[in-house]
């Protein structure tokens, strides 16, 4: 309930003395109320008929957890976050992806250079000398301002304005974010974004996924599918060579569901190589479900599956590639929800998106935005039990 959880978080911080209900996931909403440069942050609760529940902070877009029903009829919280807003903002200590709406560009930019008409720019270099998920200070830390007319208890709508020269990103860009859950247990994410100048776009959700609830230990047995017949291999910088490799016979093969650590475990060959270098799966998949220059998003691009829970996730995309990642930088330190270190492999992120360093690959799908023109990216994570 949106305007209830305000409600509540705006009385409490005014000197009433009747303690914050915590939400479903256990999360105190007093623990997200604060003001940054004049704009309130503050944690929003979105319900369903089912009694599913998705909180999320308008620091970023972030969804901080997802209660999803199990096959005991339980819900479980299965997504990695922080359970206050100090931890999130705190970047030299905390700096996370964790939930967020990326931009302008997630993902990597080689060298961190664009090319625009005839100009060359340079943009942040943040990851092995490239610019990786719009720079150092991408929108994954703005603060967003939440819509609250077209809010309800189970939508919210967020807006931010991109300045032009916003990491040195050209054009300004006023960017749209709406989650809503659904009745059938979807988290529907829309991005939208115009500008005044060409620039490029290109966001996703970062959400980091749990489906046993339990982030305490590795994820890999999970059951993965992912519907793409190829990918796109990396460099030792992580970066796109330009290549698309098939996945047929590899390690990369989830057209059949398998576990993870079916595929981590083999390093063998040229495509183990590439999980050797990567400490695991960071790679895009190449979507079958993009065809013509459209993507198909009423097709499953992807789904997640824990045999310990029986949760099963399925992700719709309009985009050509989805993002897998494994998790392979989470190290143990880094302290989350419920006290809980996060251990290696403790998640699985699929991020759709473009292909990364699509700018610099004029055969791949262009993220191009002119001024005139409309931005729109869709994913949903639907959740059912097996």
Partial sequence: MVCSIVSMVML?????????????SGLDPVKFDTVVNGQAVKLYRLINSNGMEVCVTNFGARVVSIMAEDRAGEFRDVVLAFDNIAQFMDIEHNASDFGAAIGRYANRINQGKITIGEDTIQLPQNNFSHCLHGGPLGWQYKIYEVDEEASNDSTIVMGLHSEDGDNNFPGNVEVKVTYTLTADNTLDMKFEAVTDKETVINMTNHSYFNLHGDPSAA???????????????????????????PVAGSQFDFTVPKTIHSALADTTGTHGLQIKNAMGIDHNFCLNTYKDGQGDDTVVSAS???PKTGIFMQVYTNEPGIQCYTGNFLNGKTIGKNAIAYPKQASVCLETQKYPDSPNKKDWVQPYLKPGEKYYSHVAYKFSVK
Avoid: H
């Fill in 12 to 24: 409490t911080s005014c000197g009433q003395k009747e303690p914050a209900r915590l939400t479903q």
């Fill in 219 to 245: 994820g890999t047995d999970m059951v993965l599918y992912i519907n793409a017949d190829n990918y796109t291999p990396t460099d030792a910088t992580f970066m796109t060579t330009g290549e698309v490799w």
């Fill in 304 to 306: 997640l599956y824990s």
